[in-house]
Each structure stands twice: as C-alpha cells, then as structure tokens.
C-alpha cells in the first residue's frame, strides 16, 4: 500500500470520525423542535428563523439542516404536538385516575392551542394548501377525548352524556377567553370547573 492510499485512507477515517453519530443528531434535532415549541407558544406573531436558532443557541445554518425550510419547521413542531396528545392519553390513563387524565390532558390541548398562535400564518397556508390534514388532525384529537372519557365512564369518575365534541368545543372556548399566555391562573381555574361539570350528578 503507498503513501497516498494511506494518506487517503486516514483522511476517510477522520471524516468519518468528525461525523456526530446519528443519535447526537436525532437529539439535536428534538432540542431544536423543543426550543421552537417554546418559542412559538410565547410569541404573539411568527418568529424568524434566525430568532428560533438564535434562542436555541445555534447557527442558522444549523436550524436549516435540520429545517430546510419555515414550513417544514412548523410541520415538525405540529406533528409532534399532535402525537404528544393522541399518546399522551393512554400514557396519562397508565399513571393517573381517567378523572385526573383528562384534567392534566386539557393542560396539553392548552399548550397546542398556545403554539399554534405562534406558527398561525404558515399552519394555516399550509392546511389551505393540503400539505396538513386537518381533517384528520381533528379526528385523531376526538378519538383521544374519547378514550379519555370511555375510562372515566367505567370507573364512574365522568359522566356518560359528555361526548367528545362536547369537550372539545369547551376546551376550545376556554383558550378563546383565556389564552395560555398571560391568562395561565384563569384558564386553570375554568378548566377545574369544567372539569366539575364532566362529573357525574349527585
């Protein structure tokens, strides 16, 4: 083997060695969804991109590998919120009553109200533009409530004339007048008497 195949050789592995392993990257990736999260949640209009990497302590450069583009940042940050709360209600009914689930689920729809607001012109230009399905977006959130409720009704701790559509339409009026964003004291304090409507009479 000559100097050069050598040379080359070393010069490969060194590269290779430079490379962060796939796991650093994924968890890079799900710091910089996790810091757009927040700052969508606290901005009253669309943040810039380089406002979200400047937060997260980046390069530019480094948000768009990860992001090539606005959307596919406001897609991530969606999709990611949309699985914390379809999941999020049979991992809430493994560790607490249906009752209390469902209770800490409504802080969940909050949060996903709150980051909508900061994402609102790209979400809904690209729902517009069939690139997100809202449609099932809302579907996959009914059927959530649902379970919710279903074990609520078996263990007697929510009533059996609620349906999912009823609950959903609440929560949303509750986020209308009192937003999670400098409203957080009174949205607790409807959704606890929400909560004391869903349970069962008497």
Do not use: C
């Amino acid at each position: 083997m000559n100097d050069r195949s050598i040379n080359g050789a070393r010069s490969v592995s060194s590269r290779a060695e430079s490379r962060p392993p796939r796991a650093d990257a994924a968890r890079n990736r799900e710091q910089l969804l996790a810091v757009a999260t927040r700052v969508f949640m606290a901005a009253d209009k669309e943040p810039s991109m380089r406002a979200i990497a400047q937060e997260a302590g980046v390069g530019i450069a480094t948000l768009y590998r990860h992001f090539p583009t606005r959307e596919s940042l406001v897609d991530a940050v969606y999709q990611d919120q949309v699985e914390r709360l379809t999941a999020g209600a049979r991992d809430l009914l493994g560790e607490l009553t249906p009752a209390a689930a469902l209770r800490r689920w409504m802080d969940l729809f909050g949060d996903w109200i709150a980051t909508k607001n900061g994402m609102l012109d790209t979400l809904l230009a690209m729902i517009d533009a069939g690139e997100i399905a809202h449609a099932r977006t809302r579907t996959e959130l009914l059927t959530a409530i649902t379970v919710l409720l279903d074990a609520g009704r078996a263990a007697g701790d929510l009533r059996d004339d609620v349906t999912a559509e009823d609950v959903a339409a609440a929560l949303i009026g509750v986020f209308i007048v009192a937003p999670r964003s400098g409203s957080e004291t009174r949205a607790a304090r409807l959704l606890d008497l929400l909560m004391d409507g869903l349970r069962p009479r008497g």
